[in-house]
């Protein structure tokens, strides 16, 4: 089992490019997280999905767009990078809310900066 | 508004020295309390759930325990090795979203 995968390690946009985060699990989980880590904070939510065809807005979803056609992958799309952007990008999966462990399993994270 | 509290920002122990880790939140249906350790530049390593007040989990020199308002993470006789910033976060019940604190920094001097 790989776990949760995430492509790019590192990135570098300038201003006004646009790119996809790829992210991938093999662990059968139907529930998937984007989020982003910016100096000294926490992980903020950024989109969820709960299922193939099925995403939600999180905390700070202004600037991304994510899609789920599949159970393992959930890629999140910047469409036009801005400085404010420039973070470190989690992917993170688990089971639904109904089973018993609830907890979520993180990728390595890609480091994207924004210039 | 839900949120997660962790206290202190940061923490500096003697090797050996044991301290407590607090996780307060304000959550609406709470469907588990969630301990992750983060070291630098890698991504969050899952420690503990916690469901419902009066439960704790042990492994090795970690303790979780869970309330109804807050959670603690028990350090006993750290070790440099458990130097890392510790996540707290919460399954929220009415839409499943995992929320997360801003962490702990802790560092144990040798």
């Known amino acids: 089992n790989a776990g949760v995968t995430q492509t790019p390690k590192f990135r570098i946009l300038k201003i006004g490019q646009s790119m996809t985060l790829q992210c991938t699990q093999d662990?059968?989980?139907?529930?998937m997280y984007w989020y982003r880590q910016d100096p000294g904070m926490g992980l903020k939510l950024i989109y969820y999905?709960?299922?193939?065809?099925?995403?939600d807005k999180g905390e700070v979803p202004n600037g991304y767009n994510v899609s789920r056609s599949t159970t393992e992958d959930f890629p999140l799309r910047l469409e036009l990078a801005a400085p404010s952007q420039t973070s470190v990008y989690f992917c993170?999966?688990?089971?639904?809310?109904?089973?018993?462990?609830?907890?979520?399993?993180f990728g390595q994270g890609t480091r994207l900066t924004v210039v | 508004e839900d949120q997660v509290t962790q206290s202190p920002e940061a923490l500096r122990l003697q090797e050996g020295e044991s301290s407590s880790l607090n996780c307060s939140y304000t959550?609406?249906?709470?469907?588990?309390l969630f301990w992750y350790r983060q070291d630098p530049g890698k991504g969050p390593e899952f420690l503990f759930t916690?469901?419902?007040a009066g439960e704790e989990k042990e492994k090795e020199r970690l303790k979780a325990t869970l309330t109804k308002k807050e959670s603690f993470l028990h350090i006993t006789a750290p070790k440099p090795e458990d130097s890392a910033t510790y996540l707290c976060a919460v399954r929220r019940g009415r839409d499943d979203k995992i929320i997360f604190g801003k962490g702990t920094r802790l560092h144990i001097l040798p």
């Open positions: 916690l469901y419902s």
């Open positions: 959550v609406s249906g709470l469907r588990g």
């Open positions: 993170a999966s688990s089971l639904g809310a109904g089973q018993r462990n609830t907890e979520a399993f």
């Open positions: 999905s709960v299922g193939a065809g099925i995403t």
């Open positions: 662990m059968n989980h139907n529930y």
